[in-house]
């Protein structure tokens, strides 16, 4: 097996999307908010903190910290961001520190948030990729993690509920401003 295809099998990538009716321009405005929308978009959400001078403004570099309950596990991790398009796209990785059944192990992980234009609206989606350097201790915990615990299951689940927690909010404000 090729160093390539090693590296391939180490990978795992999920992708969640919803379709919302509103503007991009509404829509960053709510996603960019990290400090109150990301924090309020899934109960799983226990902390997040917005690091250094940008707090409502994410462009390159933009680091967040975050700890959350993803399915059985616990995790937390500093995240940054990269290939910041206003109204667009933003890419995030960062190292998460999991802690699950009081086993700790560290996972490469990210992702990248999108919104797409579609014939009546947009789409909001989430692209996440969860990575494993190959030591084989994390591919044993990646492999049993995911497959045993149904933890790539939760992993979909979270980023729904996010997803849906924006596809909603967004639409109520839709049709409050057409209200008025």
């Known amino acids: 097996m090729s160093k390539k295809q090693q590296g391939l099998s180490r990978m795992v990538t999920l992708t969640e999307s919803v379709p919302v009716k509103a503007t991009p321009k509404a829509a ?3 996603i960019s908010n990290f400090e109150e929308t990301w924090l309020n978009s899934n109960p799983d959400h226990l902390e997040i903190m917005v690091l250094g001078q940008y707090k409502r403004h994410i462009c390159d570099g933009f680091a967040y910290w975050q700890r959350e309950k993803v399915g059985r596990a616990t995790v937390e991790y500093i995240a940054k961001l ?4 206003k109204e667009k796209a933003f890419s995030w990785s960062t190292v998460a520190n999991y802690d ?7 996972l490469e992980m990210g992702g990248t948030f999108l919104i797409e234009e579609v014939e009546k609206g947009f789409t909001l989606r989430h ?12 591919l ?8 045993l615990f149904g933890h790539k299951r939760a992993i979909s689940k979270h980023y729904r509920t996010e997803l849906g927690y924006y596809k909603e909010k967004l639409e109520k ?3 409050e401003a057409t209200c008025h």
């Not at 990269?82 to 398009?85: A, G, L």
């Not at 699950?100 to 560290?106: D, G, L, V």
């Not at 044993?140 to 497959?147: I, N």
């Open 28 to 30: 960053w405005k709510l």
């Open 82 to 85: 990269e290939d910041v398009t």
């Open 100 to 106: 699950i059944c009081r086993t700790n192990f560290k």
């Open 127 to 138: 692209d996440f990729w969860i990575f494993n350097h190959g030591n084989l201790k994390g």
């Open 140 to 147: 044993f915990f990646r492999w049993f993690v995911l497959h």
């Open 173 to 175: 404000d839709e049709a």
